[in-house]
């Protein structure tokens, strides 16, 4: 799991494999909600413009 663009993480490595990626999975079931909510929610309004 280790590449060259990533330090020696031996603790966390440890984690990832007895408990797996926690926080990817939190992050892409957020991303993944986001959308949902965005689909429930959508009233027909154009998006805000970037600023």
Known sequence: MNSPDRPLTPIYDQLLAEQG????EAREYAEKTEREANEVLDFGMPAPSAQ
């Open 21 to 24: 990626d926690v926080a990817t």
